[in-house]
């Protein structure tokens, strides 16, 4: 049972080995006592015929600290077992090496991103990550976490230009026809999706950029390696990569459950470090 604790969103997903057999979604609400969320994942769990005694172990991510402590104890009474929790007292067993900087403030959903991409691939990499944030976590080909870049998600853009503007409306997150917007609608749309389109690639070439210095400091040559850019991969996740997808060529993978992916191969390192 994997959880990952969003400031939108609850993903509740169930592996069977490395595959995703079911997933569900809830809104991220912390005033909800753990009783309440029990109450409503038995309700998932009875109508994909799931019990209790069908889930053998947990591991959890949480970026809202107050649903830490209610979900351990949801998990632990479904499974049996406390759950594995994403965290600084994990990191050292882990594929990746967090920053000494970050270990305290890295969001472990990232560290999930990092652990699959590099695991997965075994390649320096990028993840674009579309949720109430857009986060871009660079791993160099060694499984070293080199930095994250936070923005406002495009979601969160769009709700703060509509709550903060007396006359401007919530739009749908839509590619407009062009930039040339001859409405409101096309307008906003023009600015927050072609904007966002412009920011994430001008971020992803400066990113491979400075991975790329990174690289020379490291191996200590003054020359710089034209073909590493290009062995860069770029990986989107998060639900709101699929607006930016038909307007640009800068992913080479899209992977909408890296996070959950992550999440599960952590489990699977920390359970087989014990045995």
Same mark, same amino acid.
């Given at each position: ?48 015929? &799931? ?5 053998? +172990? ?84 060694? +499984?070293? &976490?080199?930095?994250?870049? &936070? ?43 072609? +904007? ?35 062995? &860069? ?43």
């Amino acid at each position: 049972m994997t959880v990952d604790i969003g400031n939108t969103n609850i993903v509740v997903a169930l592996f069977e080995g490395k595959k995703i057999k079911n997933e569900w979604r809830l809104h991220t609400d912390s005033d909800r006592t753990a009783d309440e969320y029990g109450s409503m994942l038995r309700m998932f769990f009875s109508g994909a015929n &799931i019990s209790d005694e069908d889930i053998t +172990g947990g591991i959890l991510s949480s970026v809202v600290p107050l649903l830490i402590g209610p979900f351990i104890n949801l998990m632990t009474k479904i499974t049996g077992k406390k759950p594995i929790l994403v965290g600084p007292s994990i990191y050292k067993k882990l594929p990746v090496k967090v920053p000494p900087s970050a270990i305290n403030e890295i969001g472990t959903d990232l560290v999930a991103n990092a652990v699959q991409a590099y695991t997965e691939y075994k390649k320096p990499c990028i993840v674009a990550d579309f949720g109430t944030a857009l986060t871009f976590t660079a791993i160099d080909g060694t +499984g070293q &976490i080199l930095g994250v870049a &936070i923005t406002p998600g495009i979601r969160t853009a769009v709700h703060s230009l509509f709550a903060n503007t007396a006359q401007l409306p919530s739009v749908p997150l839509e590619a407009p026809p062009d930039t040339l917007g001859t409405n409101t609608i096309y307008s906003i749309q023009a600015g927050i999706i072609m +904007g966002y389109k412009g920011l994430v690639e001008s971020m992803i070439l400066q990113m491979k950029a400075d991975m790329n210095n990174a690289k020379e400091k490291k191996c200590n040559v003054s020359k710089k390696d034209d073909n590493y850019s290009d062995e &860069i991969l770029v990986i989107a996740t998060g639900g709101l990569n699929s607006v930016l997808r038909p307007l640009t060529n800068v992913f080479d993978k899209i992977d909408k459950e890296l996070t959950l992916k992550g999440l599960n191969s952590i489990y699977r390192i920390m359970t087989e470090s014990k045995a």
